[in-house]
């Protein structure tokens, strides 16, 4: 159908525009910012309220580990998926999960930082 310069050409375009999109926007956030999920910092604490209206607690996949929180639900008639990662450590040991009417909140405590430990030489 077509000829090979033709051919040649949709193929550099194709890989123009697969470079493209892979480039970054600028002006864009890096998180998308949602409606349904609040954040919250506060004295060493993350406090994530998620909007669930429509799902049981047995539909909704919560995982954290040491930089991320990823929370994943669907059902028949909704899908919602979130995920952050921080920029500093959190203790996925102190997760505590409530859903109550559809509103999932989650409270994490950050790891506390530590310091550098002098060793003696024996």
């Known amino acids: 159908m077509w000829d090979r310069r033709t051919r040649d050409m949709m193929e550099m375009w194709q890989d123009l ?20 999920v609040q954040l919250n910092e506060e004295n060493g604490t993350i406090t994530i309220t998620a909007e669930l209206a429509g799902l049981d607690k047995d539909q909704v996949d919560i995982e954290v580990s040491n930089r991320t929180v990823t929370i994943n639900a669907e059902s028949e008639r909704k899908n919602f998926s979130w995920d952050r990662t921080f920029n500093y450590e959190i203790d996925p040991e102190s997760v505590k999960a409530t859903m109550v009417n559809g509103i999932l909140d989650l409270s994490i405590e950050k790891k506390e930082k530590t310091s550098a430990k002098k060793i003696d030489i024996e």
């Open 17 to 36: 525009l697969d470079q493209i999109e892979m480039v970054p926007m600028r002006n864009t956030p890096r998180y998308q910012q949602r409606n349904d």
